[in-house]
């Protein structure tokens, strides 16, 4: 269905002696704003005994899958150089980003730092469209001695995050470092005011700058809810 409104499905039998049944009761389906761009299941396979009819299929193409807006390059990193910082970053989904993942689930975030004295903290944010931020999970923290450097790192999170693109989803990380350049990003174009959010010090008001042409290195794994 790629076009939004009330949709009515009921079934039918169709018998050799009878012709057709009767309609089934019926179950409506509102389809809201964005209308979605789904993929329809594979294997669609139909078994009948007696008048019950049981259905199976395979999962559609794509499904479970990371979703981010950086280009995965690793190019460069963010920090305070000399001088110790907290800031947090984040990346920005609205509703067109999250159509395809409606009804799945958050359950893991990953990142790529570049400062093993600092500590990071990854944090999930749901948000009315256009709203701002508000805070819904946190990792420990995790010191950057005991997670490599320049390469991806994964965070389960304690309880998974359900997808509804009626609302606004971002993930990013809080950090604290004594020095240096902890933030990676890609070699941009920045999604701008999306894959380049950036909060200085943490605890204010998430911008994106003009300066700082880059994506953060955030990614966030959809899966099916449970």
Not at 92 to 97: K, L, P, S, T, V
Request: aromatic share 14%; glycine share 10%; hydrophobic share 40%.
């Amino acid at each position: 269905i790629a076009i939004e409104g009330d949709y009515a499905y009921y079934a039918t039998a169709i018998y050799e002696v009878y012709g057709e049944s009767d309609p089934s009761n019926s179950d409506t389906v509102t389809v809201g704003p964005p209308a979605p761009s789904c993929a329809a299941p594979q294997n669609l396979m139909a078994e009948t005994l007696g008048n019950d009819v049981s259905l199976s299929w395979d999962a559609p193409e794509g499904g479970a899958s990371w979703f981010g807006h950086n280009n995965g390059t690793m190019w460069t990193s963010i920090g305070g150089g000399d001088y110790p910082a907290q800031f947090s970053v984040a990346a920005r989904f609205g509703q067109e980003a999250l159509a395809d993942y409606n009804g799945m689930s958050l359950t893991k975030v990953r990142f790529v730092h570049w400062e093993e004295l600092a500590s990071y903290q990854v944090a999930v944010w749901t948000a009315e469209p256009g709203g701002s931020p508000v805070l819904v999970d946190t990792s420990d923290w995790m010191s950057g001695t005991d997670i490599p450097h320049s390469t991806w790192i994964e965070v389960e999170l304690d309880e998974n995050i359900t997808i509804d693109w009626t609302q606004e989803l971002w993930f990013g990380y809080h950090v604290d470092t004594p020095s240096g350049w902890p933030a990676m990003c890609d070699d941009g174009p920045p999604v701008a005011g999306y894959g380049d959010l950036l909060a200085w010090p943490t605890g204010t008001e998430f911008l994106s700058y003009a300066s700082l042409p880059f994506n953060w290195l955030l990614d966030g794994f959809a899966d099916y809810a449970e």
